[in-house]
Nanobody, 122 residues
């Protein structure tokens, strides 16, 4: 089982950035997917989730700025981030849930990829 996040980088406040996550077909087709992030000295927190039917669910802190999507044909998930703020600086992780339903629960995710660093300078 493989999950690989990519697309992180250094941007300025107000900029946009898109993260991508490639997943194996076996888990991508039937499972909800999600993004989490972890800032230095803080616990990992939920960012967004998308069900196998593409229902979406966002943390209040990113609602209206971030958009999660999935490309079934390409086994890819994306996180479009706009109006980035310094507080969005973190390592971002993609994950595959245990079920088909979008969820914010950390323990509801079974598979995790290595993170990608997003740094927003103010």
């Amino acid at each position: 089982v493989q999950l690989q996040a990519s697309g992180g980088g250094l941007v300025q406040a107000g900029d946009s950035l898109t993260l991508s996550c490639a997943a194996s077909k076996r888990i991508f087709s039937n499972n909800a997917m999600g993004w989490f992030r972890q800032a230095p000295g803080k616990e990992r927190e939920f960012v967004a989730s998308i069900s196998w039917k593409s229902d979406t669910y966002y943390a209040d802190s990113v609602k209206g700025r971030f958009t999660i999507s999935r490309d079934i044909n390409g086994n890819m998930m994306s996180l479009q981030m706009a109006s980035l703020r310094s507080e969005d600086t973190a390592v971002y992780y993609c994950a595959a849930a245990r079920s088909s339903y979008a969820t914010s629960g950390f323990d509801q995710y079974r598979y995790w990829g290595k993170g990608t660093q997003v740094t927003v300078s103010s």
